[in-house]
């Protein structure tokens, strides 16, 4: 196949206006060998990490219903639907919502109070790190139920840069996020700005660093075995 | 800083100079504003410490207690003492060497947490239905017989923490029953990683079907026992009743679930809310309290093991009738090795080794391949949710499409319980502070992973 191909006229015409999957990374090679000469060929493979592309109308199941209703409960409040919300992505089954950092409250807020949403319950924040994702590395990750409404389900997502990493607590709406908002904290460095006591939840105090993040060394040791000695694991051949 | 105590502090560095050395102090705060608050309380005050290593603080826990006299007037709980960085390990394995590490966690109630990330897993690689019927129902028999030991434990620390020590003979005598089970059928009794990924690691033992039936009446009657000794014994509804009291909005406020949600009224079980592993087709009630202490907690979770033991019996019904593979069919995702339990644990069986180092040269390439390297799972994220003893255990794992899980994370019930430790203990009496502790039945190992 030459190079020809794989210009933009050669690629199948474009449906509509279907959203990209989001490339959160790109990946070269196989087997994860970086030294040596490469006779497999397989160190020339370029792979796009594809994350689900946001979804379009109808979602399907109950999540219209709630993307119409989290519409209509912004109405009249700080920010609307479309400068709340950055995107929404339906994927096997789950609803994630991407809010912009700076209405997370208000939207949890809306979630938490209007009768038809009714996400009583906070589940908790998550964090994960995407270290190529420039002006967007940390994510948190909210998981909100609804039992009023039979156990629905919906996540939110809040992204920050790594250079600004502050996202606003959202503990004055949800109070069971306080100790999830720290472990958050100790774990990724995200500062939970309005946190009533944003100190480290599992690391000792004086910690430094925060350990959960993708820059932060596993600090596996090698371990000896009939003379021969077994690499720790983060120094291991990895297949990705 | 005033003079006076900068004077001290001056005086203080040189003699300690003099002593043994330079010393380091902490400061920065504006200490005045905290001696004058404390110079102007009850002069009866004091912290105490209890734990981490307390005989009644559950496990590692710290509990840092402000009394005046006998009373509680601020409890806030020091965690982390456990925290074996869990999650990040699992950044480093294959998906499947994952379940080995969280099943680690809640190490009371291990095949929750196998199973929740393994539900999680399959749901990424999209292959939920294709899981045999007969791997969830011995996930969902296996499940059952957990939660009753998870409640017997829970009942039995308690009463030790109690004083009473009968309460842990009978609670752990009866677990027994459930661990040899468990040691029958995985080959070991706790940290078992017999849940996997597609289904699980190995069918049913000859005999295990007619060892649980065997069991299940023994159990009954033992919890009976315990029920006859608690239920209406005037120290334990003393010690227990309209204390640690945290109604409805405080579990909904804290996000507390579980028994101490189901102790408030409200018969929130996501095995009825959202079925999963089929617990559709199982016929069960959700037992409820409304009294929001710890004696309605310990009767839910009495009328819980019932319930689970009804559970069982069905399961075990069904697995006769329900022969089949118990792990996908997929091969680029089942696990390759047939396991067989031997006199140290579980292993690949003779047969296998037989086969993949005797006979077959691509089945050890697929052994091979897929031991080593792991299978890979499309990219996204998931987020399930199980019922477990102490109450929602959720999983959220990210996969970038590679072998290993991108990062796994755990909403563990017992790390959100424990977030009302504080509100249900301020303005009681210290002693029961312990009552409190037991009736959210934290397991340190899950709260600080």
């Known amino acids: 196949m030459s190079r020809d191909d794989e210009t933009p006229d050669n690629l199948p015409a474009a449906q509509g206006a279907t959203p990209e999957p989001v490339v959160i990374d790109v990946r070269q090679g196989m087997f994860g060998a970086s030294d040596g000469g490469d006779t497999s060929g397989f160190g020339g493979l370029v792979t796009n990490v594809l994350f689900p592309a946001a979804a379009a109308r109808p979602y399907g199941g109950y999540f219209d219903e709630i993307a119409d209703q989290l519409e209509r409960a912004l109405v009249g409040g700080s920010a609307s639907y479309a400068q709340a919300i950055e995107r929404v992505v339906v994927d096997r089954g789950e609803m994630t919502v991407f809010v912009a950092r700076e209405h997370i409250l208000g939207v949890a807020r809306a979630l938490r109070d209007d009768p038809a949403l009714r996400f009583e319950m906070c589940l908790g924040v998550s964090g994960a790190h995407y270290p190529q994702e420039t002006g967007r590395e940390l994510h948190a990750v909210y998981h909100l139920l609804s039992i009023t409404n039979g156990g629905r389900r919906v996540r939110l997502e809040v992204t920050c840069p790594d250079d600004d990493r502050h996202i606003p607590s959202i503990v004055e709406v949800y109070p069971a996020n306080d100790w999830n908002e720290r472990e958050t904290w100790d774990f990724f460095g995200i500062v939970f700005d309005g946190h009533p006591a944003l100190t480290r939840m599992f690391m000792p105090d004086d910690w430094q660093g925060h350990p959960q993040r993708k820059d932060y060394p596993l600090g596996g040791i090698p371990v000896e075995y009939k003379g021969a000695t077994v690499p720790p694991p983060d120094e291991r051949r990895k297949y990705s | ?449």
């Open chain 2, 1 to 449: 800083m005033t003079e006076q105590t900068r004077d001290i502090r001056a005086t203080s560095v040189a003699d300690a100079k003099d002593d043994e050395g330079a010393h380091v102090y902490a400061g920065g705060g504006d200490w005045d504003a905290i001696v004058d608050e404390a110079a102007s309380l009850h002069e009866e005050r004091i912290v105490v410490n209890m734990g981490p290593q307390h005989p009644s603080s559950h496990g590692v826990l710290r509990m840092i207690i402000e009394l005046d006299g006998e009373s509680v007037t601020e409890a806030k709980a020091g965690v982390g003492y456990l925290h074996t960085g869990i999650e990040k390990s699992m950044e480093f394995r294959t998906w499947t060497q994952g379940v080995t590490f969280c099943t680690r966690m809640d190490y009371v109630a291990p095949l929750f947490n196998e199973t929740a990330y393994c539900l999680a897993v399959e749901n990424l690689l999209g292959i939920t239905d294709q899981i045999p019927e007969r791997a969830t129902i011995i996930r969902v028999l296996m499940m059952e017989l957990n939660r009753v030991g998870s409640h017997l434990v829970a009942l039995a620390t308690g009463g030790l923490e109690l004083g009473a020590t009968t309460v842990m003979t009978i609670g752990f005598r009866e677990r027994e029953r459930i661990l040899a089970i468990f040691e029958m059928i995985t080959g070991l009794r706790m940290n078992h990683a017999y849940v996997r990924p597609g289904g699980v690691a190995q069918d049913l033992p000859p005999g295990a079907i007619d060892k649980v039936r065997d069991a299940i009446p023994l159990l009954r009657r033992g919890i009976g026992e315990l029920e006859r000794l608690l239920n209406e014994n005037p120290i334990v509804r003393g010690r227990m009743v309209n204390v640690a009291y945290l109604d409805l909005t405080g579990c909904m406020a804290l996000g507390v679930t579980g028994p101490m949600l189901r102790s408030t009224g409200l018969p929130h079980d996501l095995r009825k809310s959202d079925p999963y592993c089929g617990y559709e087709n199982y016929e069960f009630d959700v037992p409820v309290r409304d009294t929001c202490d710890a004696y309605g907690r310990m009767r839910v979770r009495m009328d819980e093991m019932y319930e689970s033991l009804k559970i069982v019996e069905q399961a075990a019904d069904k697995l006769q009738n329900t022969p089949g593979p118990v792990m996908v069919e997929d091969k680029k995702i089942a696990w390759p090795a047939q396991l067989a339990i031997g006199s140290d644990g579980m292993g690949n069986s003779l047969d296998h080794i037989r086969e993949i180092m005797g006979t077959s040269m691509e089945s050890l390439i697929h052994h091979f391949k897929l031991v080593t390297e792991g299978f890979r799972v499309p990219p996204g994220q998931a987020y399930v949710a199980v019922e477990s003893p102490k109450g929602e255990l959720g999983v959220h794992v990210v996969s970038d499409g590679g072998t290993r899980p991108y990062r796994a994370h755990f909403r563990e019930p017992s790390f959100n319980n424990l977030q009302a430790f504080s509100a249900m203990c301020e303005g009681g009496q210290l002693g029961d502070v312990i009552v409190a502790v037991a009736s959210i039945d934290p397991v340190m190992g899950g709260v600080d992973r």
